[in-house]
């Protein structure tokens, strides 16, 4: 196979149109961020805030591989409405614990975009006065049409500003079970813009 026929791999999951992140790029990454990470909160012990549902696929594979004294509580916030794939506005449908206070506190999420899912969390965190407060996201969109955003502390993967599924990602709640992350075939869905 020539080099340029390696790097176009077609997908071979049909819901797919393309693939962004292969499944072992994603195994090879979530490897290394657990390696960041048990070293960054080495001889402490972590509470993970994971964002419900997208994230659920990537913490379960990064905190295997985290040797640390660990907790997981859940929140869950609704961005997006049915086949909407811009953010609308953030909302708990699971709001964070109340009891936080002096807890070494790690936010976990699928993906980073407009960054408002994230500020929403750590101002509800924040209030709850955790000992730290740090962010840790599989992917984070290029999002060049917006003004700066604070940004997070542990990034994936960088990818273009396309709506993504797969390894957690749904649209309209399907294909958070794809293993690769791509983008939709649109065949299968008209996609809203
Ligand atoms: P933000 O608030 O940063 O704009 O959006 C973050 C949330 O929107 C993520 O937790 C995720 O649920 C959802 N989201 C953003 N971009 C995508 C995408 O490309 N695909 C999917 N499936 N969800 C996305
Ligand atoms: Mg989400």
Same mark, same amino acid.
């Given at each position: 196979?020539?080099?340029?026929?390696?790097?176009?791999?077609?997908?071979?999951?049909?819901?797919?149109?393309?693939?962004?992140?292969?499944?072992?790029?994603?195994?090879?990454?979530?490897?290394?961020?657990?390696?960041?990470?048990?070293?960054?909160?080495?001889?402490?012990?972590?509470? @993970?805030? &994971?964002?419900?549902?997208?994230? !659920?696929?990537?913490?379960?594979? =990064?905190?295997?591989?985290? %040797?640390?004294?660990?907790?997981?509580?859940?929140?869950?916030?609704?961005?997006?409405?049915?086949?909407?794939?811009?953010?609308?506005?953030?909302?708990?449908?699971?709001?964070?614990?109340?009891?936080?206070?002096?807890?070494?506190?790690?936010?976990?999420?699928?993906?980073?975009?407009?960054?408002?899912?994230?500020?929403?969390?750590?101002?509800? @965190?924040? &209030?709850?006065?955790?000992?730290? !407060?740090?962010?840790?996201?599989? =992917?984070?969109?290029?999002? %060049?049409?917006?003004?700066?955003?604070?940004?997070?502390?542990?990034?994936?993967?960088?990818?273009?500003?396309?709506?993504?599924?797969?390894?957690?990602?749904?649209?309209?709640?399907?294909?958070?079970?794809?293993?690769?992350?791509?983008?939709?075939?649109?065949?299968?869905?008209?996609?809203?813009?």
């Amino acid at each position: 196979m020539s080099e340029k026929n390696k790097q176009i791999q077609p997908s071979a999951i049909p819901e797919l149109a393309s693939v962004l992140v292969t499944r072992q790029q994603i195994a090879e990454r979530v490897a290394q961020l657990a390696q960041e990470l048990a070293e960054f909160y080495q001889g402490r012990e972590v509470t @993970i805030v &994971q964002v419900l549902t997208g994230a !659920l696929i990537f913490v379960a594979d =990064l905190v295997r591989q985290m %040797p640390l004294p660990l907790r997981i509580e859940s929140v869950s916030v609704s961005s997006y409405r049915g086949t909407n794939t811009r953010p609308c506005q953030a909302r708990f449908r699971l709001p964070p614990p109340e009891d936080l206070s002096g807890r070494d506190v790690l936010i976990v999420d699928d993906i980073y975009d407009s960054g408002q899912t994230m500020a929403v969390l750590i101002d509800a @965190i924040n &209030q709850t006065r955790p000992a730290s !407060l740090r962010q840790c996201v599989l =992917l984070q969109k290029d999002r %060049p049409d917006l003004p700066a955003r604070p940004g997070v502390d542990f990034v994936g993967f960088d990818i273009p500003d396309e709506f993504v599924v797969g390894y957690g990602l749904d649209y309209d709640g399907l294909y958070r079970n794809l293993p690769d992350i791509g983008v939709l075939n649109k065949e299968l869905h008209e996609v809203q813009p």
